[in-house]
């Protein structure tokens, strides 16, 4: 077995998730003021079919975490290649992430991206605390999918397109 010279205790751990690819999610909120606050995801789960229940992980150091704590709702935006443009302003300066026409108000005024894969509007039904981070947990109400495009992927600090198939 092949390892990094440093591959022990924290580094081992951040190198090993940076190898796991992961989809790209977006997700969106108001502001108690009625701001519009969003940040990218690579933690969005399903967690249940019945009751449709989805769930994302969060800092609580995060410039978007006062919204998501203080909000009973939010928007999850499903990304795919073609949102590549999205996806870096919304990773990007948060005071910028809703500068121009990439978005617009949705069901309950939230923050709706356009021209996503996939957007679905949830109830948070729980906001559970593990050290300076917290785990989400989301009831879809509602939703409404896209053009279908290939998938948008995160991996080893980079977004990145899907290879090729695989067979047999």
């Known amino acids: 077995m092949t390892t990094a010279p440093d591959a022990t205790g924290f580094d081992a751990f951040a190198q090993a998730f940076r190898r796991h690819a992961a989809g790209v999610a977006v997700i969106t909120a108001l502001t108690t003021d009625g701001r519009p606050v969003g940040f990218t ?3 969005l789960a399903s967690l249940a079919a019945v009751p449709p229940l989805a769930t994302f992980n969060m800092a609580r150091t995060a410039s978007s975490w006062p919204a998501i704590e203080q909000t009973d709702r939010v928007a999850i935006h499903m990304l795919g290649q073609k949102d590549f443009a999205v ?4 990773a990007g300066d948060n005071a910028r992430r809703f500068d121009g026409d990439h978005w617009e108000p949705g069901p309950h005024g939230l923050p709706i991206l356009k021209d996503v894969t996939a957007w679905m509007v949830g109830t948070i039904v729980a906001r559970t605390s593990v050290a300076d981070n917290a785990m989400i ?3 879809i109400d509602q939703g409404a999918l896209g053009e279908p495009d290939e998938p948008l992927l995160y991996h080893e600090r980079a977004f990145r397109a899907l290879g090729a198939e695989l067979d047999d």
């Open 41 to 43: 995801a690579t933690s």
């Open 87 to 90: 996806a870096k302003i919304m």
């Open 137 to 139: 947990a989301v009831q």
